[in-house]
């Protein structure tokens, strides 16, 4: 089914199951815009292909016909909402797979001054390069884009790296390829217990995990916030209609002994709409303490999506179980994979893996 | 004729023909300038190799090839004044043809804010790249720029994208490569009429393209404005000299019927001397209207420079005769072909064409 | 030895020379950090490296092997302090070997203002990239981050391109091989006299590579300031204790005469707690004007780290002495062989030499 068929409209009006097919062609992305376009299936072979690249990139002979892939390809960072983080490890996807990069990181710089409006500054990209990387604080906005690509002569890919408050499907996608890695050796993600801490509101990557969780079997959510900063009511909706388990508790010293992952998020007072209204918030008793990793599994990982506050101590990221920096430079791997899979060379890379990497 | 055996002074006097010379050698350009430098011969060929070029990097094997030509060499893209179109487009010529690309966007964070002469950092630049692309808002910079290298011990090439009101050369020649396109069936630019529209005292694109029009046979011309934003007296001037016909009108209905192009161009209040200056000349009349497609030759081609307000609504895209989005798309190729003569490589690319693309 | 197996504590109780073996590995820097990490056996190493870089990077074969040495590889370059000319150099440098660059250059668009410290920060670089180079007004950071980055996962090397006042080893590796080539057939550095003049109190470069003078035969140094200005009394104190030969004047004048190397420096009123600080001292006596090259050894050199503001005339740069411009350039070549020596393919790069570029 193609895009381009739908008026924006119609496109609107789709859940965001019904959009999936509209995004995805032979299990592949056509663009990266919502979790929801992602499936068991497709979950396990992204993941399965980030090992493998990551895997290839470390012998010199992979590195270099990685970086020979796509290198006739350009890719456009349009990064109007700043993320130094979220940047670096896209461009990095990029570099890996050879695919040239842009940047526009600051609109007083763009167009934009002169009155051009955003549609038309996203078809200038699109006219230069090959795929557009786009993080933006309006909501829906790397949807939008997508769709007037689409209507236009040059409908390259654009991957959201993050709009608004509630998507963000690169970051959900390496939170899962995380928890994959972690419990790979004990049955997967299946019947594990994920257990979310902290600002749950407005983390979008939260939100776009919980979403994704769906696809596994038995897995069982707890949610621990204080009450102002609880998960939104359209996800534990969501979590109903799919049967999935959860518990909500301000509790988090009872949430750590039965947690396979603890997900700690910082409280992202970035959105607050009036000045300290997240400073009223006692979140203190949200933070992971030394003496907290005594209650958790042996076999438990902490997670969190970066930049941390004083939710973790630096002392604990010795700690075994502290996976969030691993965390993070997964993200660089399963993002090369959605890279390579919307340029369909994902099939070329599993070729040389098996020829050239397998049992190296 | 070498630029360096000129004093600033002497290079000053010169009419821009009598620069043509200095600035070309054996019908290549040294630096890109000024429109002038560029007669008919040498836009012929121009816009033969920047087709020859799009048609090679169609094919994966040769954009591997056009990407290995100037692999060993690095531009500098010296953008103070902000514009994000042509930055891009530079940047992606330069990486079409291999080049690596750094950037100085801003000048707060350079040595100027260390007290540093413009002379000294650009010799900087030139100290640490093969190339320099350069925008500003000061008139005659690049050409100064050039002066003062050519006066140094690593006299490297300068690309002017743009310095003050007057010249923009990319553009008028990316312009005539668009309108040479899109006449190519029907007896290419000779013979057709031409009618600029909109703010055509201070848009530097009009001025540079009716400047390049004089080296084409029985081109007709129309200046289209409002009287406060009507062409200069030196454009009318050169047009006189050369036996151009044209004509001068603020009646854009009229103008519309016995077109070959109309290029349409925006109010340039940035150049505002004055608050509002720009807002007290009503520009309505001089917009395109759905309407108006009616009025057109169906041959006509749309033409903007872009970006674009309200003079064409957005609606007019989908027509087959609006062709700015191409004209952007043709900007990146024409700039690669320059690029590829100013470092000699054209006879490469042209030799690969004729073996490898040609009736491909 | 290595420096993840010191604490924090441990290692700045350490003076200087003592903290060269956790620098080095084999005569290669692991980090390129203080320039008293370097001795006289590895900077006549380094400079040997340099030239047969710079010879081989001037034949397209030898750029092209040049560009694929670090091709697998990506470059951060993380500077929160302004310094386009440092910037562009270490740029040009990584581009040169065909390492991939990403960049930091405002903090305003990081992470820092969701309130992470700058150790995540850097530690978030480290999981993208495979090299740092640091700019900061922050005394001391470059190594206290080399130090972290020693105790995680990812302890990759950092490359100090600045960092507070006194430490900018990469500018200070740069003049010595200035130095060694103005004076190649003339013994080398050995024996000759080389007179800083300016703001010798505040100017890093002149600091740092007075300690690497130390590591010279029978060198003798002249610092000509106003008072205020004069060399610190810990570099008196250093140059005391290892009986190199100096004096302190505020004649300019006078030390032209018997100067091998005349290193010309600016006003650094950046550094001004005070406004206007500088500004009180007059400086122009420390200004070199056209008659003094009158009073200059015709086989001596005029060196100055740039950006310069009066106290080099323009009109001196045609003097064959003036060896600023070389100078700068002359700091490419050496952070190339830097980096080549950080990577440890410095041996490669001097075999592809002798077998393909010496005798070319």
Known sequence: MRLRSLSWEQYQELDAEAKAPY???????????????????ELDNLCALATEIRRTAKIRAGADFLGNVLSHKRAMLYFTQPSTRTFLSHQAACLILGLKTGEVRDTATSSEIKGESREDSVRTFSSYFDLIIMRSKERGLAERMAWVLSQSERPIPIINAGSGHDQHPTQAVLDIYTLQRSFETRGGIDGKRIVFVGDLARGRTVRSLATLLTNYKDVSIGFVAPDSFQIGPDIIELLRSRGVRFDVSADFEAALPDADAVYMTRVQDEWDTETGQSARVDVSKFHLRPDDLKRMKPTAVIMHPLPRREEIPESIDRDPRAMYWRQMRNGMWVRTALIAQIFNVDEDIRSYFRQHVRGY
């Open 23 to 41: 995004l995805m062609d032979n299990g592949r992305p056509q663009h990266v815009l919502i979790p929801q376009q992602f499936r068991r299936a």
